[in-house]
């Protein structure tokens, strides 16, 4: 029988220094015992001199690092050059470039600090028409931009909340581990509440104002915060890879990343109190697997029927009670019985009875903008710009999405779950954390999520409204944390109540007085400097000469 022709190698365009290239080249080529060892088939590594037709795939790995906008510029011509072939570039660890650049890129594999088995997947991945995304903790960029001086409401604010965040900081140090002591455990515990507080506190009086006051200023309250909190979940990098440009393809990405957040048993970085919280470690992170096992299964329902427009949101909503009812279902398992008044009751289904899954929440954004573009592979709007849905700032939005979705779902669940176990003692040990089993430590979490939702809806709900900001949660490496959303909310605006109104009232005049608050005080402060100078000031050099013409006609004298 003949023996079939070997398949030709791909032939790999490659740009990089001297050094750079040998080593390179030595990881990219087939080995000499062939691929049954490593599992890699090599490439053909050439330069523009010795290129044979086109390239399959364009490497650049940077030595000399250039501007950003001289990066995005020679990363497009090269793009122009060999089209189609796609690039992939690599970075060294010391890059000055930050994250927002480099999603910006318009490569299709982009590595830090690469090693011969990344590398090989990726160009492998990148071959089969995919992308890869692999950078470190977001860098500060180098260059140099001017200083923007800032106002006194900006200044009150950044220096405020950085003393609060260092001893915020301090705090949690001395809470990991915890004190085997009660008394130190229950200052350092109210310390950390009273400092969260205190920040809230701080935003909520000088974030608005800092605005109103006409001063320049640098990046907003919210946007500090934001930036602070996204700095702190990058820390851990980006790592995404799609395996196919496609909805399919996009959809298992998302799901394999946020799979293994959940599965890590997420803590609570959001700055606020969740009933997710109370829940047992191992039982929060089945409740999460859960929804989204549940969200995959309603995305091939939804494939199926094709819904399009008003008919996919209004589908959506109609499935959202059943599927926190088979997620609930998940978490609590359907073959488990507990005794409950003298009887084994199956725990599963006394949960969905007692559960009320049909009240939506109103913090949710608008799905449709979370499921086209997995459904249909459509593109969407980020911060302006209307991108593919597998561009790397495409994927991280919609994971926001979809990781907001999954916390809030899941706060929903675990609400019902705080109050079922209240009145199930015999639930508290399978579902909740051991500190809860206690009654009076049940009712206080309880009695704390009643008067923080309260809260929420009367005051933090309307300024969040008028201040066109959505909090969506997100469900990073370990934690979860809040991020602020910027989109109009006008017509939300307008279905608020009179008390809701009012609070809405009083920040439009608070931002109204500002001003002339700062015009007064200014003046003001003109005018004592005049009392100072030109009345205080003088008569103090009057009594001063008279003082020293009084000791000279006594020296004379003498």
Not at 115 to 144: F, K, M, P, W, Y
Not at 209 to 234: D, F, H, M, N, Y
Not at 417 to 432: D, G, M, N, T
Request: include cysteine.
């Amino acid at each position: 029988m003949p023996r079939r022709p070997a398949q030709p190698l791909p032939q790999l365009l490659l740009f990089a220094e001297p050094l750079q290239r040998a080593g390179l080249t030595s990881w990219l080529e087939a080995p000499p015992g062939g691929s049954a060892a490593t599992g890699w088939s090599g490439c053909r590594v050439v330069d523009a001199d010795g290129l044979q037709g086109s390239p399959q795939l364009i490497v650049w790995c940077l030595g000399a690092l250039p501007e950003p906008q001289a990066l995005d510029g020679e990363s497009r011509r090269l793009l122009e050059r060999w089209h189609p072939a796609p690039l992939l570039l690599l970075l060294p660890v010391d890059h000055p470039y930050g994250s927002d650049v480099l999603l910006q890129l318009p490569a299709q594999g982009l590595i830090e600090q690469a090693d011969a088995d990344s590398l090989r997947e990726a160009v492998t991945t990148v071959l089969a028409g995919g992308r890869v995304l692999a950078i470190g903790a977001a860098h500060q960029a180098s260059a140099a931009t001017p200083t923007v001086p800032m106002g006194l409401g900006q200044w009150l604010l950044l220096s405020g909340l950085q003393q609060i965040d260092a001893e915020l900081r301090l705090c949690l140090r001395l809470l990991n581990p915890p004190p085997d002591q009660l008394l130190p455990l229950l200052l350092l515990e109210g310390r950390v509440r009273e400092l969260r507080l205190a920040r809230r506190l701080l935003l909520w009086l000088w974030g608005p104002l800092s605005l109103a006051w006409g001063e320049p200023i640098g990046p907003e309250p919210v946007a500090v915060a934001a930036a602070a909190s996204q700095a702190s979940a990058t820390g851990h990098g980006v790592a995404i890879t799609l395996r196919q440009r496609t909805a399919e393809g996009l959809w298992e990405a998302l799901r394999e990343r946020l799979r293994q957040a959940a599965a890590a048993g997420p803590s609570n970085n959001s700055g606020q109190l969740l009933a997710l919280d109370g829940l047992h470690a191992s039982r929060r992170s089945d409740l999460l697997l859960g929804l989204l096992e549940q969200f995959d299964r309603l995305r091939h329902r939804l494939l199926q029927d094709d819904p399009r427009g008003e008919q996919l949101e209004r589908l959506w909503k109609e499935l959202q009670p059943e599927l926190r009812q088979q997620a609930l279902r998940h978490m609590a398992g359907s073959y488990v019985q507990l005794p409950m008044d003298g009887k084994l009751c199956p725990v599963a289904e006394t949960l969905l009875h007692r559960s009320a899954f049909a009240d939506d929440d109103q913090e949710l954004p608008d799905p449709v903008a979370m499921l086209t573009p997995l459904l249909q592979a459509r593109p969407l709007l980020v911060d302006g710009h209307l991108l593919a849905p597998d561009e790397p700032q495409a994927v991280l939005y919609l994971e926001l999405l979809l990781s907001n979705w999954l916390v809030r779902s899941a706060e929903l669940i675990s609400a019902e779950v705080l109050a079922a176990c209240a009145e199930w003692p015999e639930l508290r040990r399978y579902l909740l954390r051991p500190e809860l089993l206690a009654t009076r430590n049940l009712e206080r979490l309880r009695n704390q999520l009643n008067a923080q939702q309260r809260w929420t809806s009367w005051f933090d709900r309307p300024i969040h409204l008028y201040e066109s900001r959505r909090p969506l949660f997100r469900l990073g490496a370990g934690a979860i944390d809040c991020v602020d959303l910027t989109e109009p909310r006008d017509d939300e605006l307008r279905q608020l109540g009179w008390v809701q109104q009012a609070v809405t009232l009083a920040l439009e005049a608070r931002d109204a007085l500002a001003p002339q608050l700062q015009s007064l005080l200014k003046r003001l402060g003109d005018l004592l400097v005049v009392l100072l100078t030109q009345v205080l000031g003088k008569a103090i050099g009057l009594v001063g000469r008279g003082i020293v013409q009084g000791m000279g006609r006594s020296l004379n004298r003498g």
